[in-house]
């Protein structure tokens, strides 16, 4: 029985019946100028086949030379994943034959990796925090891309021919795996995504790559199997391959999940392969028999010296690390006072450091929060844009708060200038000064509207004269409209009472 002739299973029902175990390879390619093993250059849209060398060509007699760049940054990165950092390492063959491979063999890391046996932590949603053992990290080169065109899905099959770019072969990679990761239960989606996605930020604050998902930079290969309860051995294992967001990696493992337990429910088998993950429709697809280390071939690189970083070396690197997303987002949380939900609602959004940038620049955090969660988070889901990319600055919305606080302009009219700033009219100040937005703040002023006011509406008061103080919401909503909104309610109150009494 194929996986592909059966329907799915409920995921609730599946994992209730069934323990899920994951494990994830994840690849980032590091932000090196240069390539892994030769000086070619390294930049994303150019040319087709502009950035190669005879090295990542694989052409005869070319001899590859590492990059210390690459070297370092993957020292960061074991550090930041608590890793023991190898004192010698060498680099292997690893064989196989795709055209995007012209050496017909890709040089990785297989038996000595620059980084093993580290753990990471990963905190879910709800604020729960789940430890994920990281088995190895190690050095390799990336593949060219190939695309294949014509046919109905993109891939190999039913194309009529392919194209190959080599101008990614040889960009240096990391690719960090992990040990099977058990104890998830249902919430193993939900893990696999947090981990991803804490892998990113790490290599974000790390500044070792860029980690776009959407151009390649970070990508996962999700593993799953299932077994009939914890205490079972490991069942057979799907690599979905190449899983690009993160919310593809979270469906990816529900899909598997609900599939494998149909294939199991009735009496088949798991088949070891590698799948196809595919966005449109959710589902996965056979890719091919997943191979086993041996039939790689692996041998060690006779053109490689291996690479011993000195203790030193590491020591100094280690000394250099940032502080790490985690630690930092529990860190400004107290500082800021913000509830548990708060803060997560920041860190979904994208928002935590245009709101550190905001309050550095000196406004308080919950005026901070207060727009870049409330007024722009609306904005940026209306545009479909992430909110960092919307054309408003820190510290213009510092100066807006810093109006509203000062009293020139009120909440309402400070959602006006940031319309203003949005559109490109400039900063906060300059906003207020052309559209003539800032409050009225002249008694003199406010006195000529409030008897203007009060003279179309004598039953309002008298009474308020007569003790009913309810009505004159009447006649400050009559002033603040004379006044397109640009009076201060309290005050204005202030003076129509005074002046009815």
Same mark, same amino acid.
């Given at each position: 029985?194929?996986?592909?002739?059966?329907?799915?299973?409920?995921?609730?029902?599946?994992?209730?019946?069934?323990?899920?175990?994951?494990?994830?390879e994840?690849?980032?390619?590091?932000?090196?100028l240069?390539?892994?093993?030769?000086?070619?250059?390294?930049?994303f849209?150019?040319?087709?086949?502009?950035?190669?060398?005879?090295?990542?060509?694989?052409?005869?007699?070319?001899?590859?030379?590492?990059?210390?760049?690459?070297?370092?940054?993957?020292?960061?990165?074991?550090?930041?994943?608590?890793?023991?950092?190898?004192?010698?390492?060498?680099?292997?063959?690893?064989?196989?034959?795709?055209p995007?491979?012209?050496k017909?063999?890709?040089?990785?890391?297989?038996?000595?990796?620059?980084?093993?046996?580290?753990?990471?932590?990963?905190?879910?949603e709800?604020?729960?925090?789940?430890?994920?053992?990281?088995?190895?990290?190690?050095?390799?080169?990336?593949?060219?891309?190939?695309?294949?065109?014509?046919?109905?899905t993109?891939?190999?099959?039913?194309?009529?021919?392919?194209?190959?770019?080599?101008?990614?072969?040889?960009?240096?990679?990391?690719?960090?795996?992990?040990?099977?990761?058990?104890?998830?239960?249902?919430?193993?989606?939900?893990?696999?995504?947090?981990?991803?996605?804490?892998?990113?930020?790490?290599?974000?604050?790390?500044?070792?790559?860029?980690?776009?998902?959407?151009?390649?930079?970070?990508?996962?290969?999700?593993?799953?199997?299932?077994?009939?309860?914890?205490?079972?051995?490991?069942?057979?294992?799907?690599?979905?391959?190449?899983?690009?967001?993160?919310?593809?990696?979270?469906?990816a493992?529900?899909?598997?999940?609900?599939?494998?337990?149909?294939?199991?429910?009735?009496?088949?088998t798991?088949?070891?392969?590698?799948?196809?993950?595919?966005?449109?429709?959710?589902?996965?697809?056979?890719?091919?028999?997943?191979?086993?280390?041996?039939?790689?071939?692996?041998?060690?690189?006779?053109?490689?010296?291996?690479?011993?970083?000195?203790?030193?070396?590491?020591?100094?690197?280690?000394?250099?690390?940032?502080?790490?997303p985690?630690?930092?987002?529990?860190?400004?949380?107290?500082?800021?006072?913000?509830?548990?939900?708060?803060?997560?609602?920041?860190?979904?959004?994208?928002?935590?450091?245009? $709101?550190? &940038?905001?309050?550095? #620049?000196?406004?308080s955090? !919950?005026? =901070?929060?207060?727009?870049?969660?409330?007024? *722009?988070? /609306?904005?940026?889901?209306?545009?479909?844009?992430?909110?960092?990319?919307?054309?408003?600055?820190?510290?213009?919305?510092?100066?807006?708060?810093?109006?509203?606080?000062?009293?020139?302009?009120?909440?309402?009219?400070?959602?006006?200038?940031?319309?203003?700033?949005?559109?490109?009219?400039?900063?906060?100040?300059?906003?207020?000064?052309?559209?003539?937005?800032?409050v009225?703040?002249?008694?003199?002023?406010?006195?000529?509207?409030?008897?203007?006011?009060?003279?179309?509406?004598?039953?309002?008061?008298?009474?308020?004269?007569?003790?009913?103080?309810?009505?004159?919401?009447?006649? $400050?909503? &009559?002033?603040?409209? #004379?006044?397109?909104?640009? !009076?201060? =309610?309290?005050?204005?109150?202030?003076?129509? *009472?005074? /002046?009815?009494?």
């Amino acid at each position: 029985m194929t996986a592909t002739s059966v329907d799915l299973v409920d995921y609730a029902d599946a994992t209730r019946r069934y323990d899920p175990v994951i494990g994830i390879e994840v690849h980032v390619e590091l932000g090196t100028l240069t390539k892994m093993f030769c000086p070619a250059e390294v930049s994303f849209g150019a040319e087709p086949n502009s950035q190669v060398t005879p090295v990542s060509l694989g052409l005869p007699g070319a001899l590859p030379v590492v990059n210390g760049k690459a070297v370092e940054y993957a020292i960061r990165i074991g550090l930041a994943l608590n890793c023991e950092i190898a004192e010698s390492c060498r680099f292997a063959r690893k064989n196989y034959f795709y055209p995007d491979v012209p050496k017909n063999f890709q040089t990785s890391q297989y038996d000595e990796p620059i980084a093993h046996d580290g753990w990471i932590d990963v905190e879910l949603e709800d604020g729960a925090v789940f430890r994920v053992e990281i088995e190895r990290a190690h050095m390799e080169e990336d593949a060219g891309k190939n695309t294949h065109v014509g046919g109905a899905t993109g891939r190999i099959h039913g194309a009529e021919y392919s194209l190959v770019d080599y101008n990614r072969a040889g960009i240096p990679l990391v690719e960090i795996v992990t040990r099977p990761i058990t104890g998830a239960g249902d919430r193993a989606p939900e893990v696999a995504r947090a981990y991803v996605q804490t892998l990113r930020d790490i290599f974000r604050a790390l500044d070792v790559s860029e980690a776009r998902m959407e151009r390649g930079n970070v990508r996962a290969d999700v593993n799953l199997s299932l077994r009939p309860s914890p205490d079972a051995p490991l069942g057979t294992r799907t690599e979905t391959k190449n899983v690009n967001s993160f919310r593809s990696v979270e469906r990816a493992v529900r899909y598997e999940v609900s599939r494998q337990a149909a294939v199991l429910d009735a009496g088949g088998t798991v088949v070891q392969e590698t799948r196809h993950w595919h966005e449109d429709t959710g589902i996965t697809t056979s890719g091919r028999v997943k191979s086993d280390a041996e039939d790689y071939r692996y041998f060690p690189e006779p053109d490689l010296v291996p690479v011993a970083p000195p203790r030193e070396w590491i020591e100094e690197i280690r000394a250099t690390l940032p502080e790490l997303p985690v630690a930092r987002r529990r860190r400004l949380q107290g500082e800021w006072g913000y509830a548990d939900a708060e803060m997560r609602d920041v860190v979904n959004a994208g928002a935590i450091d245009l $709101i550190e &940038a905001t309050v550095a #620049a000196g406004t308080s955090p !919950a005026g =901070a929060r207060k727009w870049w969660m409330g007024e *722009l988070a /609306r904005r940026a889901k209306q545009d479909n844009v992430a909110i960092a990319e919307l054309p408003v600055t820190p510290a213009q919305i510092a100066q807006l708060q810093g109006l509203v606080d000062s009293g020139r302009i009120n909440d309402k009219l400070a959602r006006l200038v940031l319309e203003g700033v949005l559109a490109g009219e400039g900063d906060p100040e300059q906003v207020v000064a052309a559209r003539g937005l800032e409050v009225v703040s002249d008694d003199g002023a406010l006195l000529a509207a409030i008897d203007e006011a009060l003279a179309a509406q004598p039953d309002v008061v008298e009474k308020v004269r007569g003790g009913n103080q309810g009505p004159v919401g009447a006649i $400050i909503g &009559a002033v603040m409209k #004379a006044t397109r909104g640009q !009076a201060d =309610a309290g005050r204005v109150r202030e003076l129509v *009472l005074e /002046r009815i009494g």
